[in-house]
């Protein structure tokens, strides 16, 4: 761990122990465990099930109340999502089911990660910083180490105390839920549903898609696929906002036969060779997601039923693209697809047209 990681994580148990003042060795680990792993287990095909006979269950009932927040962090990139908030009704369940198995799909934590985190944890102990003794503490994870540092469950002191009922899935997924809840609802009304996502480049658009993918099981289509090929870059028609893609043949290949209810076969543009790549064949369910920059473009914007706008800070987007493209790739997105994209936010006021604007700054680390 590095200085600011261990910092991140003593600040986390200080705050569950002033929450919690009556948390004991195991809480403790669980909750270090959650820091450094998220998900305890892969959700089965009745995590929806199970999701709603707690809910429902008469301890959740009765300490359901507004005003108590519905998400603790924990550290790590993870949270708690509790289900006796009384910001999460039931009929979030079947979205939050699918966000616990995303959670745990995407992975992430190291048996050595654990123990350098437990050793954090003996080290506060130890000092009197915590309410679980060092001797205790000490003892109660010289076991767990020794039985292989399986997942485990609260104390039986704290189920009685704090009436745990929560989930824990990735914090980076919290901001989204309010465009999560706008598709489940759409999808309750109608089929077909397109929800388009674009913004600017390295604000998380990819993220994001792959998100609604995951939960709702549905196609996605990149606009990367359909740039303007060479024999159509005309001087006029790169010199409109947005026209360097090919908005005609992309709905005449994806959104009209998705409204028709037709499944897709297009053939992907090739940035390499400038030519196109094999055809490929995408089956149409009740949702697809367009994702990409100038996905917006008016001449597409009308077929979409969600509109979703990412952004982020320049120096947070400039990072990201370092990281991605290294020193000698951001050059192009700098002189050439950042003034682009710009150009076409603000002609064609995209951001001002959508749904649901998410400013990504600070919330998404992991992946861009």
């Not at 995407?106 to 123990?115: F, K, Y």
């Not at 009922?165 to 980076?172: D, G």
């Not at 759409?186 to 995951?214: M, N, Q, T, Y």
């Amino acid at each position: 761990m590095t200085p600011r990681q261990k910092d991140g994580l003593r600040a986390v148990l200080l705050e569950h122990a002033a929450a919690y003042p009556q948390m004991e060795p195991a809480d403790f680990v669980k909750l270090i465990y959650q820091n450094e792993f998220g998900c305890e287990h892969m959700g089965s095909d009745g995590v929806v099930d199970a999701l709603r006979r707690e809910y429902e269950s008469e301890g959740c009932r009765e300490n359901r109340r507004e005003g108590r927040p519905a998400v603790e962090e924990i550290g790590g990139g993870f949270c708690r999502v509790y289900l006796d908030s009384g910001e999460i009704g039931e009929d979030f369940l079947p979205v939050l089911a699918e966000l616990f198995r995303a959670s745990a799909r995407l992975g992430g934590g190291s048996a050595g990660g654990l123990r350098e985190k437990l050793s954090v944890f003996l080290e506060m102990a130890a000092a009197g910083l915590l309410p679980a003794g060092g001797d205790e503490a000490e003892r109660f994870v010289r076991d767990y180490v020794a039985r292989g540092c399986p997942p485990l469950h609260h104390s039986d002191g704290y189920r009685r105390r704090y009436a745990p009922h929560y989930r824990v899935i990735r914090s980076c997924c919290v901001p989204f839920f309010p465009a999560f809840r706008a598709v489940q609802r759409l999808l309750e009304e109608k089929h077909p549903v397109i929800a388009a996502v674009d913004g600017r480049c390295a604000s998380g658009k990819s993220f994001f898609a792959e998100l609604l993918s995951e939960i709702f099981s549905c196609e996605v289509y990149h606009m990367d696929d359909f740039f303007l090929p060479p024999r159509l870059r005309t001087r006029e028609r790169l010199s409109a906002p947005g026209g360097n893609v090919d908005s005609e043949r992309f709905r005449k290949e994806v959104l009209e036969p998705i409204r028709q209810g037709k499944d897709v076969e297009y053939r992907a543009f090739d940035c390499s060779s400038g030519g196109m790549k094999p055809a490929v064949l995408r089956r149409t369910g009740p949702l697809s997601v367009v994702e990409g920059s100038y996905s917006m473009h008016p001449a597409l914007a009308p077929a979409y039923d969600l509109r979703v706008f990412l952004t982020c800070s320049p120096q947070e987007q400039r990072r990201r693209l370092l990281r991605r493209e290294g020193e000698t790739g951001i050059l192009r997105f700098e002189r050439e697809w950042i003034p682009l994209e710009e150009r076409y936010f603000s002609e064609l006021d995209i951001a001002r047209s959508c749904d649901f604007i998410f400013d990504t700054t600070d919330f998404i680390r992991e992946k861009d």
